[in-house]
Each structure stands twice: as C-alpha cells, then as structure tokens.
C-alpha cells in the first residue's frame, strides 16, 4: 500500500492582528500590541504557549520574589510576582515579573480593575520576554523605553537582570543608569540588601 506523505507546513513569518489570541499580547505601547516572544512558534504550531516562559527564569523570580517578602517589611510594603501588569496610560500597559507597592498607596486601588493603575515603587524584570522585532526595536532600545516609561509613570526604581550576561540593569529618576554584575549587593528602597549571586548559591541553583 502506497503511503502518501503531506507536504510540510510552510513557516508563516506575519499575521493579521484579528489572528493572533490576545493570550499572546504581552504588553501595549500606545494602543499597539508588543507579544510574547515566541509567538509566532505558537501561531505556527511548533510550540506550545506554555513553553514560551523558561524554567530558568522562574527559578529566578521565585528566588529573589520569596526573599524580597522575607526581606521587606511586610506591614509596609506589597510584594506581588509572576507578571503583573500595569496601565501607566489609556493605551499603554507593561508587565513585571515583580512589582512592589507601598500598602498604603494600595488603598486608592478599586479592585476589580483588570490592571494596577497606581506606579509601584518598584519594578524588577529578568530577561525579555516580549518580541521586539515587530516593533521595529532592538533589545537594548526597548529596554530603554520600557525603564523611560516605568519612570516617567512614577516608579523609584527599576532592575532588570540578564541571564546571558549574569548583569543587572538599574534605573532611578534623575540619576545615570548603572549596569553591574550579579554579584553585586543591590540595595531596595534604601531597606533591603542583596546580591542574586548569592542568593542562588544560597538556594543551591547554579545557572
């Protein structure tokens, strides 16, 4: 019996917007749709939406996330993870793997509202997440817009750490932006000290 084997599925590299899920939106920019990276191997069947985010990275989050609840003072500050988003303007909207919040800024909250609409007092991300290259941007400039925007929203600092380059970026209004390694002692909101480096051997992972 002669088996007749079906062509395989050409790769498709662009898509309408009415396609694609809005699961697959990571953040927005001025009413226009950043996705997550990888998307477009969902859109094309060769990868399940689930994989998009690494387990390396959710060892890091979970890490410095438990330890920053441990470490900051729990009557004063919210500490809340695993992508939080916020909408610093009608048409823009960003997400953190972190966000920390001073309790007493959360009472002007109305729960119920999709989004956080309040700046935090910090931001932390690892990695990017979103795929730039529809926007026309490089990882680098993106970043840079994404810190701009989380700043001029009002937020007091922003660190952002880099897997590939064991690097963290930090942000603060009106002061240079500083790029150091992760075993540097990183201070939050002047309260709480730490250096990822050593909080994963702490922890045992070693990546």
Do not use: C
Request: proline share 3%; charged share 25%.
């Amino acid at each position: 019996m002669e088996t007749t084997l079906s062509p395989k599925k050409r790769y498709r590299h662009h898509f309408a917007k009415h396609e694609i899920p809005k699961s697959l939106i990571y953040e927005m920019y001025d009413g226009k749709p950043m996705y997550y990276k990888g998307y477009k191997d969902v859109m094309n069947q060769r990868e399940q939406k689930s994989n998009i985010n690494f387990s390396q990275r959710l060892i890091l989050v979970n890490t410095v996330l438990q330890n920053l609840m441990r470490g900051l003072d729990y009557e004063k500050y919210f500490v809340g993870g695993n992508g939080v988003s916020l909408q610093i303007s009608e048409n823009t909207i960003t997400t953190s793997n972190i966000l920390v919040f001073e309790k007493h800024d959360l009472k002007q909250v109305i729960f119920g509202n999709k989004y956080f609409n309040i700046p935090p007092l910090v931001t932390i991300d690892f990695d990017f997440i979103a795929e730039t290259v529809d926007f026309g941007l490089s990882e680098f400039d993106y970043y840079s817009m994404k810190t701009k925007s989380l700043l001029d929203f009002g937020v007091k600092e922003v660190f952002w750490f880099f897997s590939a380059s064991k690097q963290v970026a930090i942000a603060r209004p009106n002061q240079d932006w500083i790029i150091a390694n992760w075993d540097k002692e990183l201070v939050v909101l002047g309260e709480y000290k730490f250096s990822l480096e050593k909080l994963l051997e702490k922890e045992g992972f070693k990546l």
